[in-house]
């Protein structure tokens, strides 16, 4: 989610209102969208020692990057479906909106 945030204590309401919104942009049932928000209503933030994530992070900022200069994209909710199409490593060189609807259509069942 691309969010601006500039002090810490607004960003996890911001991500969780962002999260639902792009959610349904991408299809997903409103019931799943429900069933994710409940799951949300308690986020933390921090670093990764996960060297993938790390790097898929960096590519994506790049592209961010890239994106806003371009200008092609006049809101970040067009921006952050178009990073969505965006084939990261860190999930197996597949897209993140495939990933986010497979695994709200199959939600683990010890969470």
């Known amino acids: 989610m691309i969010l601006p945030a500039r002090e810490l204590d607004t960003l996890a309401s911001l991500f969780q209102k962002a999260v639902r919104g792009h ?41 961010l990057e890239d994106e806003l200069q371009r200008g092609r994209y006049l809101a970040i909710e067009e921006l952050q479906l178009y990073l969505s199409t965006y084939i990261m490593g860190a999930i197996g060189m597949r897209y993140p909106y495939e990933v986010a609807l497979e695994l709200l259509r199959n939600p683990r069942k010890d969470s």
């Open 23 to 63: 959610l349904l942009v991408l299809g997903t049932s409103l019931q799943d969208v429900e069933r994710e928000a409940a799951e949300m209503r308690q986020i933390e933030l921090g670093p990764t020692v996960s060297r993938s994530v790390r790097e898929s992070m960096r590519e994506l900022t790049f592209a």
